[in-house]
């Protein structure tokens, strides 16, 4: 069982489209953050959430923190096909020590 | 300025054989985390290094070992080589210690194939 569970594991839909991931887990986190990675590279920080009902906006990206702080989710806004990649919630929380954790991903494909 | 260096990009192994993964870390990094990812299983982590030191340890069986460089450069090593350990091996370096790095900066990874 994954500590933070994400939801869809896969989507697909086409370009112009709106889409929400999200990153759900029974324990508190203290900050969360996403990441994306496209194949053959390492996964890239986008942002990071640090407040119980957060609102960030990242140019048609938008993520939210949950007021409990135990869920997230990334909206996209008119999907390109160049946010195709795989989309990673990451969380810090001392109920799992000193180390960031992350979950499975949603994996996004984008159509032209 | 230069990114993270993972080294080799991509090899294959028989199993019961050993491998050895290299890293090297933006200049200026000190902390050196490794991660295993599978699909379906996203990112598990494997161990942190700080100042040549383990910090932090995930739950994988002891034929995984890292170590860490007066550089910073890090290593780390999977002895006795199952088909299970067939993985995406990725390191990331960041400024400090622990999961309030603020930043993590991935390498593109080793690709580790057992046969």
């Known amino acids: 069982t994954q500590l933070l569970e994400q939801s869809p594991q896969f989507l697909s839909i086409q370009e112009g489209e709106n889409l929400t991931v999200y990153c759900n887990s029974s324990?508190?986190?203290?900050?969360l953050q996403w990441y994306r990675q496209e194949p053959g590279e390492g996964p890239v920080l986008l942002v990071t959430v640090v407040t119980g009902g957060e609102v960030k906006k990242l140019k048609r990206l938008t993520f939210q923190f949950g007021d409990a702080r135990k869920d997230s989710s990334l909206h996209i806004t008119a999907a390109q096909t160049g946010d195709t990649g795989l989309y990673l919630c990451?969380?810090?929380?001392?109920?799992?020590?000193?180390?960031?954790?992350f979950g499975a991903g949603t994996i996004l494909r984008v159509k032209s | 300025k230069a990114g993270v260096t993972q080294t080799p990009r991509y090899l294959i192994k028989t199993r019961g054989q050993q491998v050895t993964l290299s890293c090297s870390p933006i200049?200026?990094?000190?902390?050196v985390s490794w991660y295993q990812q599978t699909p379906g299983q996203g990112l598990q982590f494997l161990f942190e290094y700080f100042s040549e030191t383990q910090r932090n340890k995930g739950n994988f069986p002891g034929r995984f070992s890292g170590r860490q460089f007066s550089n910073s450069r890090s290593e780390m090593n999977v002895s006795t080589l199952e088909l299970g350990d067939s993985a995406l091996y990725l390191c990331?370096?960041?400024?400090?210690?622990?999961?309030?790095?603020?930043?993590?900066?991935f390498g593109e990874g080793s690709r580790l194939t057992v046969l």
């Open positions: 990451a969380g810090g929380t001392m109920e799992y020590g000193n180390k960031l954790v």
């Open positions: 990331a370096s960041s400024q400090i210690q622990g999961w309030n790095t603020g930043e993590l900066f």
């Open positions: 200049s200026g990094h000190r902390s």
């Open positions: 324990s508190v986190f203290s900050s």
